[in-house]
């Protein structure tokens, strides 16, 4: 899939907030896994969560509050065992990045033209603001690895606000995934709602 980025809603040269919003996102969102869910029935979250996904395509909403400043942006991923590609964009649609994973590394391009590279998401999110973030555990969240609602991922706390109840194309097994997943640590809090997801062809 081609994803074109547009004009960025908000000023993405002077301040580090939507590049923190990206990354703070991707941080969380990318490297998980998923088995191409094709509906869901959200309620209340109630464990146990899982089996684990593996593949899917993702779009959503999510808020980032840092100290009294807040960002609320959107995304759409589409995530396999050999890439990801996740685009970022304003409330409004105007796209503001995108991150693209694959053999040769990861990279994230921002509205305005600028790219960063890394070797792994992991890197590329230490390498751009020194702090480091613990992807895989994060991830496995999403991704309905730990049956319980409520826990932590090295200094973030997370908890699983409402469950979506989806099953694959084709397939017998049920999947109790997050919904809305709100995660935090000493300094940001991250709000992250899935509005829809796809089965990948």
């Known amino acids: 899939m081609s994803l074109t980025l547009g004009t960025p809603a908000c000023d ?26 094709t509906g869901h029935d959200a309620t209340l979250a109630t464990p146990p969560l899982g089996p684990p996904v593996e593949t899917f395509h993702l779009r959503g909403r999510a808020m980032l509050r840092q100290d009294q400043r807040v960002d609320h942006f959107r995304f759409d991923w589409q995530h396999s065992t050999e890439r990801d590609t996740l685009l970022i964009t304003s409330p409004f649609g105007q796209g503001v990045g995108k991150v693209s994973r694959d053999a040769t590394g990861a990279s994230l391009r921002l509205a305005d033209g600028r790219t960063d ?47 979506d109840t989806v099953r694959a194309s084709g397939a017998q097994t049920t999947h109790t995934l997050p919904r809305v997943q709100l995660l935090r640590n000493q300094d940001l809090l991250l709000r992250l709602i899935v509005d829809e997801r796809e089965s990948l062809p």
């Open 12 to 37: 993405t040269t002077g301040s580090p907030g939507w590049k923190l919003a990206v990354i703070a996102a991707l941080s969380i969102i990318l490297s998980a896994c998923g088995a191409l869910p």
């Open 117 to 163: 590279r890394a070797e792994s998401l992991e890197t590329l999110a230490e390498q751009l603001f020194g702090t480091p973030i613990p992807l895989g555990e994060l991830a496995n969240w999403l991704r309905g690895t730990y049956p319980q609602t409520v826990g932590g991922a090295g200094e973030w706390s997370v908890e699983v606000e409402q469950i």
